[in-house]
Nanobody, 117 residues
Framework: VQLQASGGGLVQAGGSLRLSCAAS????????MGWYRQAPGSQRELVAA?????????NYADSVKGRFTISRDNAKNTMYLQMNSLKVEDTGLYYC??????????WGQGTLVTVSS
């Protein structure tokens, strides 16, 4: 399984970015998938996740609730993270991941998000 993350960049505070994570297999086979981020000098933290059930249950870190939206396009085998009202503290490397049963977690490469003040 390969995950290809993209969409990072430099944006001013208050701006928006959309991250994409394209999977090499049918994402409906994934129990859940989502995004982590790692800021300089900090541990990796979960930003948002979505399950593969028909309802696509989601959960978010408190710090991004109301600003970020995770979604998936099953036909394109792609997951998205729409990030609005970005803050300087949202800066970091964003990694997409996927879990399938008891297999080790699959990770995409990081995509860098830099929010300037």
């Amino acid at each position: 399984v390969q995950l290809q993350a993209s969409g990072g960049g430099l944006v001013q505070a208050g701006g928006s970015l959309r991250l994409s994570c394209a999977a090499s297999i049918n994402i409906l086979s994934m129990d859940h998938m989502g995004w982590y981020r790692q800021a300089p000098g900090s541990q990796r933290e979960l930003v948002a996740a979505v399950t593969s059930n028909p309802f696509g249950s989601t959960n978010y870190a408190d710090s991004v609730k109301g600003r970020f939206t995770i979604s998936r396009d099953n036909a394109k085998n792609t997951m998205y993270l729409q990030m609005n009202s970005l803050k300087v503290e949202d800066t970091g490397l964003y990694y997409c991941y996927a879990n399938i049963g008891r297999r080790p977690t699959y990770w995409g490469q990081g995509t860098l998000v830099t929010v300037s003040s």
